[in-house]
C-alpha cells in the first residue's frame, strides 16, 4: 500500500506563484512515473505534468512554459512549481504515483489552488 499527501495550496493573486509539493511512502520506493492532476469546478480532473524514472517531463499545454515538475533525489517527493498564475488555474491538484508505466497507481487527497484577486 501507497500513502499519497499532497500539500502547498492556498490563495494567491494573479500573476503570483505557488510550489506544491507530494510525499509518497509505503511498499513503494522508487516510482516509474509521477504526475499531477487538477480538477476545476464542474470540469473532468485533466492531467496536467508528470515525471518520469526514464525520459524527460511531460507539460500539458495549458501549463508548458509556466509550471514546473521536479522531484527529490530519492524520487519519493515530487514538486510542482506553478508561476504566473492565472484564475484559470483554479483547481484542486492531485498527485498520482504509478509503481510502473500502466499502474492505475495511487492518488493523494487533492489540495486547493485558487488563483484570484
Known amino acids: 500500500q501507497v500513502q499519497v499527501v499532497e500539500s502547498g495550496g492556498g490563495l494567491v493573486h494573479p500573476g503570483g506563484s505557488l510550489r506544491l509539493s507530494c510525499a509518497a511512502s509505503g511498499s513503494i520506493n522508487n516510482f516509474a512515473q509521477m504526475s499531477w492532476y487538477r480538477q476545476a469546478p464542474g470540469k473532468q480532473r485533466e492531467s496536467i505534468a508528470s515525471?518520469?524514472?526514464?525520459?524527460?517531463?511531460w507539460y500539458s499545454g495549458s501549463v508548458k512554459g509556466r509550471f514546473t515538475i521536479s522531484r527529490d533525489n530519492a524520487k519519493t517527493t515530487v514538486y510542482l512549481q506553478m508561476n504566473n498564475l492565472i484564475p484559470e488555474d483554479t483547481a484542486v491538484y492531485y498527485c498520482?504515483?504509478?509503481?510502473?508505466?500502466?499502474?492505475?497507481?495511487?492518488w493523494g487527497q487533492g489540495t486547493q489552488v485558487t488563483v484570484s484577486s
Open positions: 515525471i518520469f524514472s526514464l525520459g524527460g517531463p
Open positions: 498520482n504515483v504509478k509503481g510502473y508505466i500502466g499502474d492505475p497507481g495511487y
